[in-house]
């Protein structure tokens, strides 16, 4: 990932689903003036993301206010219609806002992209979780492996808040 931490969310447009309609946002406007865990991963549906990645973050997002955090958002390169099932299935209900980047403009434009084309995925997110407080990031935690869900799980970056 080229960000760091203590660097600015760089500007990028990205995806949600509302009123039934994808609707393009600016992700700044989302982070402005807000303390906000950005989680990243390789897509909807897939088999780490929908064990562990989001289920983690939806059993722990109370404990995430209780800390501060204003809003918790997962983000990934797939569309909104799949991200906004994806939530539904998951009872993300208003604890998680399910953001798409399916051209991956936010992934590229903080260096989370990764090339699983050998499993069929194409371009992807690697799997990551960060803090940013109003812009600015406080802290990344960046898997080595998309397989894996260890120090980007909700649990494991519970502690780091």
Not at 12 to 35: A, R, T, Y
Not at 42 to 61: D, E, M, R, W
Not at 75 to 101: L, Y
Request: include cysteine; aromatic fraction near 8%; glycine fraction near 8%.
């Amino acid at each position: 990932m080229k960000i760091k931490e203590n660097e600015l969310i760089p500007n990028s447009e990205v995806f949600i689903l509302e009123d039934g309609e994808p609707v393009k946002k600016n992700i700044e406007k989302f982070l402005k003036n807000k303390k906000t865990v950005i989680f990243g991963l390789p897509g909807a549906y897939t088999s780490v993301c929908s064990a562990k990645h989001l289920p983690g973050y939806v059993k722990n997002s109370e404990k995430y206010k209780e800390k501060g955090v204003d809003q918790i958002i997962c983000i990934s390169v797939n569309d909104p219609f799949v991200m906004n099932a994806w939530g539904k299935e998951n009872n993300v209900g208003d604890k998680i806002i399910m953001m798409g980047d399916p051209f991956l403009n936010f992934t590229k434009a903080i260096g989370a992209e990764v090339d699983k084309g050998g499993r069929g995925l194409g371009i992807r997110s690697n799997r990551y979780t960060m803090l940013v407080d109003n812009l600015k990031i406080i802290k990344i935690q960046e898997e080595k492996d998309t397989g894996s869900c260890e120090i980007s799980a909700a649990e494991n970056f519970l502690e780091l808040v």
